[in-house]
């Protein structure tokens, strides 16, 4: 995909600036606890309970990665949404709403099924930035045919 046929990117900094600071602090403080051990204290550590070490410090990491990697994309026939577990990708088709109300932890979407998707990139933390963000993905979704779906009358 051309990064040219981008109409709208939206990525949180906050988050991002604290899931980064989080995950280098973590391997600082535990790289400095592991290497400050003994190479005794180090040695009684097995195999299994330095890959069990290993694993949960990789998921942690990689759920931080996640958190900084957050954004909403909107293209010309899609919205496209990376979360941490799950990105979705949707045709303007089938998005009904977007609601980001006063009080709102993020940027709400509705699709055509009604169900509702947080956009974790457009959160309240961000303030101003995220009101502006949640009006112009609005503004992208009315232009390309987002919205509620009407009955034909009989």
């Known amino acids: 995909m051309p990064g040219s046929d981008r109409l709208y990117v939206f990525h949180p900094r906050i988050i991002a600036a604290m899931a980064g600071g989080m995950g280098l602090s973590l ?3 535990f790289g400095v606890i592991w290497f400050r051990l003994s190479p005794e204290d180090r040695g009684s550590f097995d195999w299994f309970q330095r ?3 290993l694993a949960f410090f ?5 759920i931080l990665y996640r958190m900084t990697t957050l954004r909403v994309t909107a293209y010309a026939d899609r919205l496209r ?3 941490v577990f799950k990105s979705y990708t949707l045709p303007w088709s089938e998005v009904t709403a977007l609601r ?6 993020w ?3 509705f699709d055509a099924d009604d169900n509702r998707i947080g956009i974790l990139a457009v959160q309240a933390a961000e303030g101003a930035r995220a009101s ?4 112009q993905l609005a503004a992208v979704a009315r232009e390309h045919g987002a919205g509620p779906k009407r009955t034909p009358e009989n």
């Open 81 to 83: 949404i990376r979360n």
């Open 132 to 135: 502006r963000a949640a009006k």
């Open 27 to 29: 391997i600082a403080v």
């Open 51 to 53: 890959l069990t070490l």
């Open 58 to 62: 990789g998921a942690i990491l990689w």
């Open 107 to 109: 940027l709400q979407l």
């Open 100 to 105: 980001f109300r006063p009080g709102d932890a």
